[in-house]
């Protein structure tokens, strides 16, 4: 079974190097994702801050449009010359009622959560929005974002109002070409926001906190094969964020290398927001999960992929190696049984004891180690039986073989010459032994050939040509007794072929003979047969 061993080991190989080349392809694949999902939170890094510094811009813009408001700026104006605090929150009203008016004009998301105007000394003058009927008369000139406004500066900054965190701008108010004050709007950093930025980035998570908290997240989408980053997990993290060593340059340079989130299956990046809220160690953060190829890929793949491969040639090579594979199977098993069949004949001819398992492959080995086995069973339960079977005479035994009774048509085996009679000559010498039962005989080579019969046959040139020359005398015998008119049922080739047998080998040890041939022949009125030696 060699050829079907090479297959096996050929579909075996074959296997291995698919399954290898799977997993080469799938490691493969998800270590380039892993490093573009970090090459990817680098730009949205860099996207977060520009997006941060437009955002700022659009405040600043809107608020400019709400400072050259001539109304505002001239109750601006008041309050700057105002004497005393009732002065002051009388003002402060009308400041309030015009901030809501010109907030109401806008637009979302243009519109202010939290408009302030301050006087040029710093003081709340004015309020709407967040906390709008309190502060007034609050200092706030000491901030930096406040007192870059007043010095006619336009400025953005983050701060953190009572647990919610803000986006800052401020702008000054002029009146009549003089600086009268300065005012600051702020949004929220809330859900929308948030999400506003994850969907510009292509669904990554982000996330904006302050020290140690985080104010808004937004959960990204999932990649191929992974969950998208929670903003729980990423808040999890903040605690460490001054304190392990790969987020160290969150201190220095504003932002930290590529982190682990999620055991390796996710990357995250911490980065810094400019303003108050930065130096307190607040931020943003934004984060990806790694990609990784499902173990079952290939029963979703991609459209577009699937049009492309060359299901021909494949579908060609499969049905090749398949008929490729029956056809060594196929020569391989009628291999086995070819000679499996000799070996039998031999057997069967007689050339061969025994099959030789050690020469046949396979399934033909195990089959002849069968045979052999049953025909060794068959041997010894023969044995048993003949050995406990009562012993009879050979002419007895011929006369049971033939079917016949009383007057058979063969007699004793030949070379067994009878006790001579009383008072009679010696059987003559060189002639054949000379037996008689009842009414037949086997008489000497002289009676059926004359001279010397030994010389008149050749011998048999194999065993084959032995087992012709006695089924010819079978079927001579049966047409003989036929012929008679005598009875032959139950007479068969195995009992004469065995009778024969007999004979001969008592004539070969009587005569030293190399072989016997024999004739048929009608004696007193039966069937007979006459034995020639031949030397």
Request: aromatic share 6%; net charge positive.
């Amino acid at each position: 079974m060699l050829l079907t061993r090479f297959w096996f080991l050929l579909l075996s190989a074959v296997a291995v190097v698919a399954i290898s080349f799977g997993m080469l392809v799938r490691g493969a694949y998800q270590a380039d994702r892993g490093k573009d999902a970090e090459t990817l939170l680098a730009g949205d890094r860099r996207q977060i801050e520009e997006y941060l510094r437009t955002d700022a811009r659009v405040r600043l813009d809107t608020l400019r449009e709400l400072s050259t408001s001539a109304d505002f700026a001239r109750l601006m104006n008041q309050a700057r010359e105002r004497t005393s605090d009732a002065t002051l929150r009388d003002v402060a009203t009308r400041i309030q009622q015009q901030l809501t008016t010109l907030n109401n004009r806008l637009e979302e998301p243009t519109r202010s959560h939290v408009l302030i105007a301050v006087d040029p000394r710093g003081m709340v003058v004015g309020r709407d929005g967040f906390n709008a009927s309190q502060g007034i008369g609050d200092y706030l000139g000491g901030l930096p974002l406040v007192s870059a406004a007043l010095n006619g500066y336009l400025r953005d900054d983050a701060w953190a109002l009572q647990g919610s965190l803000y986006r800052m701008a401020a702008v000054p108010v002029i009146y009549q070409g003089r600086y009268v004050g300065a005012l600051l709007g702020g949004r929220t950093v809330d859900d929308v926001f948030v999400t506003r930025i994850s969907d510009a980035l292509a669904g990554a998570t982000v996330g904006f906190f302050s020290a140690g908290h985080m104010e808004a997240a937004h959960d990204g989408v999932a990649e191929r094969g992974r969950p998208a980053v929670r903003g729980v997990t990423l808040g999890e993290m903040l605690p460490n964020l001054g304190r392990d060593d790969a987020s160290r340059p969150f201190n220095t340079r504003g932002y930290t290398d590529v982190m682990s989130v999620d055991n390796g299956q996710g990357a995250a990046v911490f980065g810094k927001i400019p303003g108050m809220v930065g130096l307190a160690g607040g931020g943003f953060v934004v984060a990806r999960p790694k990609p990784v190829l499902p173990s079952d890929f290939l029963l979703h793949p991609p459209g577009d992929l699937a049009k492309s491969i060359k299901w021909g040639p494949l579908i060609g090579f499969g049905v090749s190696s398949f008929v490729l594979a029956m056809l060594w199977l196929f020569i391989e098993h009628d291999n086995s049984q070819r000679k499996l069949k000799r070996m039998l004949t031999d057997l069967a001819t007689r050339k061969i004891e025994r099959l030789d398992p050690l020469k046949l492959p396979g399934a033909a080995k195990q089959l002849a180690l069968a045979i052999n086995e049953a025909f060794e069973s068959a041997m010894k339960a023969e044995l048993a039986r003949t050995a406990s079977a009562p012993k009879r005479a050979v002419a007895e035994d011929i006369d049971s073989l033939l079917g016949s009774g009383g007057g058979s048509g063969m007699g004793m085996a030949p070379g067994m010459s009878p006790p001579p009679r009383p008072g009679g000559p010696p059987p003559r010498p060189g002639s054949a032994p000379v037996m008689a039962t009842g009414s037949s005989m086997f008489v000497s080579a002289a009676d059926l050939v004359g001279g010397d019969a030994s010389k008149s046959y050749s011998l048999f040139t194999s065993p084959v040509e032995e087992q012709a020359h006695w089924r010819e005398i079978y079927s001579a015998f049966i047409a003989e007794r036929k012929k008679n008119g005598e009875n032959i049922d139950g007479l068969t080739f195995e009992k004469l072929s065995g009778t024969l047998e007999r004979n001969k080998k008592v004539l070969v040890d009587k005569t030293q003979c190399r072989s016997v041939r024999f004739v048929v022949h009608t004696k007193d009125g039966k069937a007979a047969l006459r034995a020639t030696p031949i030397r």
